[in-house]
């Protein structure tokens, strides 16, 4: 089973529009932490955050913002007035703490959703 | 600092030939990671080294090698390329931060086409 999910493949929008990508995970651990990176058309992997499951305050960071919801096991990215530089794919990922012997450090990944933004 | 580095940027295989993805970091990270990423699949982990000395398989081993030479590389093997491991290669070390859990940093990625 994918731990993490991004039912979202494929979105667009008009510039200016906001838009919300959809991210749901899965885990059996208590301690876990939960990341969005960003992945423009030049192929780097961009980092964008990154919060611990004891942490449900929501972030904004200027036009981002993410919403942690243990309850339904989301954490929802916003990015309001789209600009056309935020077209790119967007992954969210998840590690989890209880591993015993394994590193913390690996990430599992969503399958991305491609955010395209029109002037 | 140049982070994580990745050779080479691109490469062209045929099938049965044989090839190594070079990694190396300086940021003296324990931790590093090869995955692979392809259409609609997201990164998927092949292998991880959780310190220097010891390797373990990650989701989708089969096929590739890997080799801990020293803390900074971290490099996949490729024994005898076949077509479906054609994909992006990103190479990544993390370390443990404030907040407990662990940062990852990227490499530019590889892209591989085997023909």
């Known amino acids: 089973a994918q731990k993490v999910t991004q039912a979202q493949t494929e979105i667009s929008v008009v510039e200016k529009e906001d838009v919300t990508l959809d991210c749901v995970y899965e885990t059996r651990d208590t301690t876990y932490y939960l990341f969005w990176y960003k992945q423009p058309p030049s192929g780097e992997l961009v980092f964008l955050i990154r919060r611990n499951s004891f942490d449900e305050q929501n972030e904004i960071s200027g036009r981002y913002s993410w919403n942690f919801q243990k309850s339904t096991s989301s954490f929802n990215f916003t990015i309001t007035a789209s600009q056309v530089v935020d077209s790119a794919v967007y992954f969210c990922?998840?590690?989890?703490?209880?591993?015993?012997?394994?590193?913390?450090?690996?990430?599992?990944f969503g399958r991305g959703t491609q955010l395209t933004v029109w002037p | 600092n140049a982070g994580v580095t990745q050779t080479p940027k691109f490469q062209v295989l045929k099938t049965g030939q044989s090839m190594t993805l070079q990694c190396a970091q300086d940021m003296n990270h324990n931790s590093m990671y090869w995955y692979r990423q392809d259409p609609g699949m997201g990164l998927r982990l092949i292998y991880y080294?959780?310190?220097?000395?010891?390797?373990d398989k990650g989701e989708v081993p089969n096929g590739y090698n890997v080799s801990r030479l020293n803390k900074r590389e971290f490099s996949l093997r490729l024994e005898s390329a076949a077509p479906s491991q054609t994909s992006v290669y990103f190479c990544a070390s993390s370390v443990l931060v404030g907040q407990g859990g662990e940062e990852q940093y990227f490499g530019p990625g590889t892209r591989l086409t085997v023909t």
């Open positions: 990922a998840l590690s989890e703490a209880g591993n015993r012997g394994s590193t913390l450090g690996r990430l599992y």
């Open positions: 080294s959780a310190s220097e000395g010891t390797t």
